[in-house]
């Protein structure tokens, strides 16, 4: 089977499992530790804050429980801290797209010119300094793309039938569209792909595009495993844009007509 047909058969999934292999390349490392080392240090300075304000709430509780009571706190605290790191999980991965937005974006750079051994001439450091407001709007755009659809998403589980039945599904569905999105943006991004055509050039692979968005979303609920799914995620959301979207970019046939 020659390297296009292969391209065309594998799977978003495949894609992404790509990304593991892709950020252990000696020439990535550096690229990949960047993003990972400030996603670490932040979150351990958010849990490391957050668990001693709960310190402080369960020291007022404890006060205000009667002592027939107190073994209410052996049960709270797993809880407490469980559900700290649900809530923080998912909202620091929004926090740190913005963060690490730049950093995202070089990373993609830096697997394209592995995969394709050409240099996309992106610019210099300076370059990308004066780029992070179109960076950052970038991610904006991503952001009202988002709220509006997760509210109308979100409502749905208050309403009968639909909520203890379609509601976790769709809100799936839609979370796995929604990490594709997120990801496959940085490399369409570097190559100056405005927003709407980089949709409709996902819209239009939709079965790679949902198998990939739902790995992504998979992973990102395992501990530990979720720290690197960030530069897993653009690694193989890059090779995906290499296979099936570079040439097409080229070409002028990734916008709608």
């Known amino acids: 089977m020659n390297q296009k047909a292969s391209s065309a058969s594998k799977s978003g999934v495949n894609y992404f499992l790509d990304g593991f292999r892709l950020i252990k390349q000696p020439g990535l490392r550096r690229f990949v530790f960047i993003p990972l080392a400030v996603n670490l240090i932040l979150f351990s300075a958010v849990i490391y804050f957050a668990i001693g304000q709960l310190e402080q709430v369960f020291t007022w509780v404890s006060s205000q429980l009667p002592d027939y009571l107190s073994w209410l706190n052996f049960l709270l605290w797993p809880l407490a801290v469980l559900t700290l790191l649900v809530v ?16 995202n974006g070089l990373l993609a750079e830096k697997v394209e010119q592995f995969l394709t051994g050409k240099n996309l001439n992106t610019g210099t450091t300076t370059d990308l300094i004066k780029d992070l407001p179109r960076i950052l709007g970038r991610e ?18 208050w309403v009968p039938l639909i909520g203890q039945t379609a509601a976790p599904v769709l809100w799936f569905l839609f979370s796995a569209w929604m990490m594709a999105i997120q990801y496959c943006d940085y490399p369409f991004d570097n190559h100056k792909v405005p927003f ?9 692979t939709k079965g790679s595009s949902f198998s990939f968005g739902a790995a992504v979303t998979l992973f990102s609920m395992i501990p530990i495993v979720n720290f690197i799914v960030m530069p897993v995620a653009i690694c193989g959301a890059t090779s995906m844009w290499v296979d099936k979207y570079r040439v097409a970019y080229k070409n002028d046939q990734i916008a709608p007509d």
Request: charge should be positive; glycine fraction near 0%.
């Open 88 to 103: 923080l999980s998912f909202v620091f991965s929004s926090v740190m797209n913005w963060i690490a937005a730049p950093f």
């Open 196 to 204: 709407q055509d980089m949709k409709f050039a996902l819209n239009q």
């Open 140 to 157: 904006w755009i991503k952001l009202k793309y988002y709220l509006p659809r997760a509210l109308v998403f979100l409502i749905l589980f």
